[in-house]
């Protein structure tokens, strides 16, 4: 099952804005806060990390203001003139970020930290630092935006805002286990539990399945989500940490519903072919059809669990159609070439085998009749010398090659045989199978060493 990891990322611009502390009725374009994150293979463990990275104390900021400000601001203590002056250049910054100005902003906000005294006034001068850092952010200096930010923190510990920038700042560079510790800290501080969602999703993208269930839990008892939601994703999360029996528990509610019925059934099918219950997983595929479900991977997948109960004309008919309507085009020809092998449709499968094998492109075929947890989905591209892309190959040679023996296209036989023997495919095997082939052929002498051969391979 191809892992279904993607991310809410928080949209930078808006989310930096919000911080920053835009003017009341200043206009903000909406934004979709939805970023995709390339789909994974398979759940990986990330390493344990503390959890926030470390970061430099930041360098005293020497923003000198302009003219004759600097003798005021350094006084020991604030005056009025300093309050007055400080006040002016932060709402000075406020309106040129509400303009998306930051060139000026940055410039007033220099000022502004002439007038303000870290010691006296924390909180402002933190506020600053933040100020800063979402400027930073925005203008694509992770770095120095992680400088400014762990300063503000030194200053002031309690400043929640810092900790959503610093997540921003960790996703936009895919650290989403420091993305995922600062939001914990971003919540536990600002209480806004709407952000476990978010939270769920990026333990999700570091392979935490159990940690995101917790903290979409935690969503879901804030009432962030309605129960047909919240039961449907925890559907999802025990799929994907391969608790298949638990998903299934959780997606039957879920059967007859309007919304969700089609997507269950297709789960529930998935589930239980993981579970090597192939008639239960036809079943669930063929309810989910019904529904009008069409889900790439329907039709191939119930093709494999027809396969694997030797149902091999239902096999091929789906196959047939997952070659038409699904992305697995070259996995289903293989899948039905076996198929009408089985049933003894030699013609049909070495016109199927042929076509995979001389349209040029036959390496980029990952088909296997077996169960894997990519059962729901493609697999991901992997390198055409990999062991499996090897083995299948090889596969579609061996099969056709027993295709051929049959018709009686001897010769045939004989140079797919030893194409498997010259790339090492099954030696015993493809050894014997070739033997019988000399065999037939009356060359008794070549049919004795390929049978010597067969025996050594097989030690």
Request: aromatic residues 8%; charged residues 25%; negative net charge.
């Given at each position: 099952m191809k892992k279904r990891i993607c991310i809410f990322v928080l949209a930078v611009a808006m989310m930096l804005l919000?911080?920053?502390?835009?003017?009341?009725?200043?206009?903000?374009?909406?934004?979709?806060?939805i970023t995709a994150v390339p789909e994974t293979t398979a759940i990986t463990a990330v390493p344990e990390t503390t959890a926030i990275t470390a970061v430099p104390e930041m360098t005293e900021i020497t923003a000198t203001p302009e003219t004759t400000a600097t003798a005021a601001a350094t006084a020991p203590a604030a005056t009025t003139?300093?309050?007055?002056?400080?006040?002016?250049?932060?709402?000075?910054?406020?309106?040129?970020?509400?303009?998306?100005?930051?060139?000026?902003?940055?410039?007033?906000?220099?000022?502004?930290?002439?007038?303000?005294?870290?010691?006296?006034?924390?909180?402002?001068?933190?506020?600053?630092l933040l100020k800063q850092a979402c400027i930073d952010v925005i203008e694509g200096d992770n770095r120095i935006a992680l400088l400014a930010l762990d300063a503000a923190l030194t200053i002031d510990p309690e400043l929640a805002d810092a900790y959503l920038v610093a997540t921003q700042i960790y996703v936009d560079e895919s650290d989403y286990m420091n993305a995922a510790a600062c939001l914990e800290k971003y919540i536990e501080l600002s209480k806004d539990t709407s952000m476990y969602e978010t939270l769920a999703q990026l333990y999700e993208a570091t392979g935490d399945l159990d940690a995101a269930q917790e903290a979409y839990d935690k969503y879901v008892a804030a009432g962030g989500a309605t129960s047909q939601e919240a039961g449907f994703q925890s559907g999802l999360y025990r799929m994907e940490s391969g608790k298949y029996a638990e998903a299934i528990e959780a997606f039957t509610p879920y059967a007859d519903d309007e919304t969700y019925g089609a997507g269950a059934m297709y789960n529930i099918g998935v589930c239980q072919l993981n579970l090597n219950d192939f008639e239960a997983a036809v079943e669930a595929f063929s309810s989910c059809e019904e529904k009008g479900g069409t889900f790439n991977g329907l039709y191939y997948n119930r093709g494999i669990c027809y396969m694997m109960m030797e149902d091999w004309a239902d096999g091929s008919s789906d196959f047939a159609r997952s070659i038409e309507t699904e992305t697995f085009v070259d996995d289903a020809k293989y899948n039905m070439g076996i198929c009408d092998m089985q049933q003894e449709k030699y013609e049909a499968a070495v016109a199927t085998f042929t076509e995979l094998i001389g349209d040029g492109d036959a390496s980029t075929s990952k088909a296997m009749i077996s169960i894997s947890t990519d059962a729901q989905n493609t697999?991901?591209?992997?390198?055409?010398?990999?062991?499996?892309?090897?083995?299948?190959?090889?596969?579609?040679?061996y099969f056709r090659g027993v295709c051929n023996a049959a018709l009686g296209n001897l010769e045939a036989a004989l140079r797919d045989y030893t194409t498997c023997i010259e790339r090492g495919y099954e030696l015993s095997q493809s050894y014997y199978q070739r033997a019988q082939v000399y065999a037939a052929m009356g060359d008794t002498e070549k049919q004795t060493s390929d049978l010597e051969n067969s025996l050594s391979a097989g030690k």
């Open positions: 919000a911080v920053l502390g835009m003017a009341e009725g200043t206009a903000a374009s909406e934004t979709t806060a003139a300093d309050t007055q002056m400080l006040d002016t250049t932060y709402t000075l910054a406020l309106n040129a970020i509400n303009q998306e100005d930051y060139a000026t902003a940055r410039k007033y906000l220099n000022i502004a930290f002439a007038y303000c005294d870290k010691e006296s006034n924390p909180i402002m001068y933190a506020d600053l697999d991901e591209d992997k390198p055409a010398d990999s062991q499996e892309e090897k083995v299948v190959n090889d596969a579609v040679y």
